[in-house]
């Protein structure tokens, strides 16, 4: 990747970010913590790793995307709205009632929502199922998911971990985002499932590990997969918690933020911060 297709990946990561924000002040509260810490995997899923239509959201040779972990919504619609699916306007319905882009996705509202999730620990399971029935047409299509690490206390996950190795469906790709952090604390003191690249080695996963921040180390990882021919690939992606905020990062009392006014204005000052600095450094490449 050369380094004006890097910053201008980062700028669109700058972009998602403030729509985070845009939502936050309309509904006034949400989930952003882990939309922030996996800001960076959903943009380069939509613009670099997904084979996507906005115009035909259906087309049958498209790769799938599921956020398994349904909460961290505000990301996924940030990036649909910033690939063109949808009117960004739509963004400012955030927290309303009958909204398009309700507190979990829901794929009858909302084009390029593949399924609904929420319940945490369920998206793999269909992530698996979607990837074994893209291998019975001969597609070539992929599917890509997106977990919490704290969601990985759910047994239900493990389950489809193991069905999707003895399928090997190798045409299945998850990022875990490993925030270390989850409602109740720290995920090694809720339930702790370290070493995790250990434990999805044992259920016969390939295994990859990368800074989540990193663009770079995000795509040409998961370039790279299949890593092992006949084996599902996880990428575990370390990240923080509330990426891009000064006074929320790495802290578990912003994994549900109800903004307060001084807050919002910080978190605007932070991400002019950012702003100032790729503008520095497109200028410094000739974009």
């Not at 084996?231 to 923080?240: E, F, G, L, R």
């Not at 910080?266 to 600095?277: C, K, P, T």
């Amino acid at each position: 990747m050369d380094i004006k297709e890097k910053l201008k990946l980062e700028a669109t990561a700058l972009d998602i970010r403030r729509d985070i924000l845009r939502m936050i002040r309309a509904g006034k509260a949400g989930h952003s913590g882990g939309a922030l810490s996996s800001t960076e995997i959903l943009t380069a899923l939509y613009f670099k790793l997904l084979r996507v239509d906005p115009q035909n959201p259906r087309w049958p040779d498209r790769d799938r995307f599921v956020l398994s972990a349904g909460h961290k919504c505000l990301v996924l619609y940030s990036a649909l709205a910033e690939r063109g699916f949808f009117d960004k306007s739509v963004l400012d319905t955030y927290g309303a009632l009958d909204s398009r882009i309700p507190g979990h996705p829901n794929m009858h509202k909302l084009p390029g929502v593949e399924t609904n999730t929420g319940a945490l620990g369920h998206g793999l399971s269909i992530a698996g199922g979607m990837a074994l029935g893209l291998k019975i047409d001969k597609s070539e299509a992929r599917v890509y998911v997106v977990m919490g690490d704290g969601e990985l206390a759910e047994g239900s996950n493990w389950e489809a971990a193991a069905a999707a190795s003895m399928h090997r469906l190798d045409n299945l790709i998850v990022f875990v985002d490993r925030n270390k952090l989850q409602i109740s604390g720290p995920t090694v003191e809720v339930m702790n499932y370290e070493p995790l690249e250990e434990r999805w080695r044992s259920f016969g996963w390939a295994v990859r590990t990368i800074d989540g921040h990193d663009l770079e180390a995000i795509i040409e990882t998961a370039e790279g997969a299949p890593f092992e021919k006949g084996k599902p690939s996880v990428i575990i992606a370390d990240t923080v918690k509330s990426k891009g905020l000064s006074f929320a990062e790495g802290k578990v009392s912003y994994h549900y933020w109800k903004a307060k006014p001084e807050e919002m204005e910080q978190a605007e000052r932070d991400l002019d911060e950012i702003e100032h600095g790729l503008k520095v450094r497109m200028e410094g490449a000739g974009i």
